[in-house]
């Protein structure tokens, strides 16, 4: 019924948007503006790099990751690095403040885990993984979708 499937995406819309209020609220404390996580996350796992290479490993403009940049830094969160083969370029890196509140993100993103997944047992998990897979490979097969070439999770480094 066309009814029931509304409901169901309507759903799916209620729950990201909880998610993300809830993600706001937990790190708003903290300094951690919307965008920030998946930039925190490439530089915890890559190290240094510029931000052109951030822009594109993240799929975001270079301008988008340079107000990103600006904040973060005036913040003490990341530093600039001047490039030794390239004067003209930055290299862009966490500072242990920085290192720190990643840490920190990551703790409230396991608490967000923990507090969504209450009450589920280990196959009501399992089950539920199952249908998300198969309602994401249905839209990932779509002609609209052929520009998401990776999961979100694959972009975010794990989170959202």
Do not use: W
């Not at 930039?39 to 403009?61: H, M, P, R, Y």
């Amino acid at each position: 019924d066309m009814l029931e499937l509304k409901e169901l995406s309507h759903s799916f819309i209620r729950l990201e948007c909880v998610k993300r209020f809830t993600m706001h609220n937990m790190l708003k404390d903290s300094g951690v503006y919307f965008g920030q996580p998946p930039i925190l996350d490439f530089l915890e796992k890559n190290g240094v790099c510029t931000q052109n290479e951030l822009a594109k490993a993240l799929e975001v403009s270079p301008a988008s990751i340079a107000v990103s940049i600006k904040r973060m830094q005036k913040n003490g969160v990341v530093e600039k690095i001047a490039d030794d083969n390239d004067l003209r370029c930055n290299r862009i890196s966490l500072t242990e403040k920085g290192r720190e509140l990643t840490r920190e993100m990551h703790r409230k993103f396991d608490q967000i885990d923990k507090i969504m997944f209450t009450d589920f047992d280990e196959n009501e998990l399992a089950t539920l993984k199952e249908y998300l897979d198969r309602i994401y490979n249905n839209l990932s097969s779509t002609e609209c979708a052929k520009c998401c070439t990776r999961s979100e999770t694959d972009k975010n480094g794990g989170d959202i």
